[in-house]
């Protein structure tokens, strides 16, 4: 049978914030959640993109190319 999984129920897991958990993985990627807030230190990954979609408030990226601001339901790719 598939696995299904609830991310409300993986997020009600845990309470620190920017400590993302594998929650699974597929083609050798690896699915996370992670709770924010506040600002992060900007960064980047030579080998891989990062994945963000929004659940609960608000998130704004900052990227080479300009913020990027995402409300629940919304998604973004950063390369």
Known sequence: ????????????GFEDQWSP?????????DIMVVK???EF?????DDTDDFFLV???R???ETE??????EPGELNVVP
Request: hydrophobic share 35%; proline share 2%.
């Open 1 to 12: 049978m598939p696995e299904k999984i609830n991310l409300a129920e993986k997020l009600s």
């Open 21 to 29: 958990k594998i929650i699974t993985r597929y083609n050798h990627n």
């Open 36 to 38: 924010t807030e506040g």
């Open 41 to 45: 230190v900007w960064h980047h990954h």
């Open 55 to 57: 659940l609960k408030g």
């Open 59 to 61: 998130m704004t990226i």
């Open 65 to 70: 190319n300009g913020d990027v601001t995402l």
